[in-house]
């Protein structure tokens, strides 16, 4: 499968068929499901029978605990799940909560426009920059406070315990193929990524065990989500579980950035739109629904390049039938939506990137539509995918209205490497470094 399973398994779906592979790992099932049909199957038909989570066995705590501690890796969903994600929904990711959250995104955005403007004329990492702008976001929500620096390098502090947690979930391990050798730890992953995850935690412990102390277990006042979490008597490792769960989040822009540099007259047609809409210096997510070709750029990006390749792996809760092909109780289900997005059925042009396509067409990401997949479809969906989007747009705006962009030592856009490294989210192989210049 080498080292990009997502381009792989696209490989074997267009060479073998029917949109089902399936792979025996060792004593573990592998089913991927890589075409809109299988999507539909998985996330709508059957999405009580596979909505169960496969939990890699680099994670250090078992099921039993995840499933009242985390809403992204409960192993089911059980009562403490749903009341979990009943929670989030209300508090974090309500319609009312994310309009709520606003100033806070522009804020933060406009912090990141000034860190670059101060930076014009040198070269600047967008990919870190943009990271800490969104993990600034989440921090002020959970803890109202900043925790990373757009001046701190990729692999120190927070920022490289994410880095190396992320690459410890997707390293191969023999566990995972033989679960016989899970409480050996063979490779050592499980320590590791213990080490690296108390590491995180204690960057905000003082601030929970403050805000208990003042506070105790009876909040009034909610001035942000751990106030929630007090309120609703969660433990520390409930509140590290849950704050963990979305760092996903902040792990990928680069693709709607490297899209737009590499086609030029996109770019032009997004600057003209925010040209003629927007009359400030700086752009407010109040002006976003007048932005119909930011929001297919984003789309069209989504669809070449979504966060997640495979989604998060679901599990077969029981042994079922799903488009006449036997599932086994346990298997691991993957869908490719990485696979979907590229599909030549389904997309004229599949490989080129073409925003009009987006463009009076009734499609959306919010799962409903099973040939564009970013976020995933059913009880598994991103929970965060309300915020996610409102923070990509209103970056991505921001960019390209507050400056010109251009490549170290006059390289041409187009000749940009579009590789990706696969993980739990995909990242680029290479990181973007580019040159901002301010507009008049």
Request: net charge neutral; glycine share 6%; aromatic share 10%.
């Amino acid at each position: 499968m080498g080292k990009k399973p997502h381009l792989s398994m696209t490989h074997f779906a267009q060479v073998h068929g029917p949109p089902h592979i399936a792979k025996a790992f060792g004593t573990q099932l592998l089913v991927i499901g890589s075409s809109s049909t299988a999507a539909t199957e998985i996330l709508k038909t059957h999405d009580r029978l596979l909505s169960a989570r496969y939990v890699p066995q680099v994670t250090p705590y078992n099921d039993s605990l995840l499933d009242g501690m985390s809403l992204v890796w409960a192993s089911g969903c059980t009562d403490k799940w749903k009341f979990l994600r009943a929670l989030c929904r209300t508090e974090l990711f309500s319609a009312k909560a994310i309009e709520s959250q606003a100033i806070l995104r522009e804020k933060k955005v406009g912090e990141m426009v000034d860190f670059l403007g101060s930076k014009e004329g040198k070269i600047v990492n967008i990919g870190e920059i943009v990271f800490t702008t969104i993990f600034n976001t989440l921090a002020n929500l959970f803890f109202s406070k900043d925790f990373l620096d757009f001046n701190q390098g990729e692999a120190s502090g927070l920022k490289g315990m994410i880095q190396r947690i992320m690459q410890l979930a997707t390293t191969p391990n023999i566990a995972d193929f033989y679960p016989i050798f899970a409480g050996l730890d063979l490779q050592g992953l499980k320590k590791k990524a213990f080490k690296f995850l108390n590491e995180m935690y204690g960057v905000w412990e003082v601030l929970i065990k403050e805000r208990r102390e003042n506070h105790g277990y009876d909040v009034v006042k909610k001035l942000d989500f751990l106030d929630v979490f007090l309120a609703n008597g969660f433990t520390d490792d409930q509140i590290n579980t849950l704050v963990n769960g979305q760092t996903l989040l902040p792990q990928q822009l680069n693709g709607h950035w490297l899209s737009l540099l590499k086609n030029k007259e996109a770019m032009n047609k997004l600057q003209d739109e925010l040209n003629k809409e927007i009359n400030t210096s700086s752009v407010k997510e109040s002006h976003i629904s007048q932005l119909p070709y930011l929001q297919a750029c984003v789309k069209e990006t989504l669809r070449l390049h979504p966060p997640a390749p495979f989604l998060l792996p679901h599990r077969a809760l029981e042994t079922c039938e799903v488009m006449n092909y036997t599932i086994p109780k346990n298997s691991q289900v993957l869908v490719n939506v990485w696979a979907i997005g590229r599909d030549p059925t389904i997309w004229e042009d599949h490989l080129s990137f073409k925003p009009e396509r987006f463009l009076g067409l009734n499609l959306d990401f919010k799962g409903h539509d099973y040939e564009f997949l970013p976020f995933g479809s059913g009880r598994r969906i991103c929970p965060g995918l309300p915020m996610a989007t409102k923070q990509v747009q209103l970056i991505l705006a921001s960019l390209v209205h507050c400056f010109d962009w251009s490549l170290p030592n006059g390289e041409n856009p187009t000749t940009l490497d579009m590789n990706e490294k696969f993980g739990i989210t995909l990242q680029k192989e290479q990181p973007l470094l580019v040159i901002a210049k301010q507009k008049l």
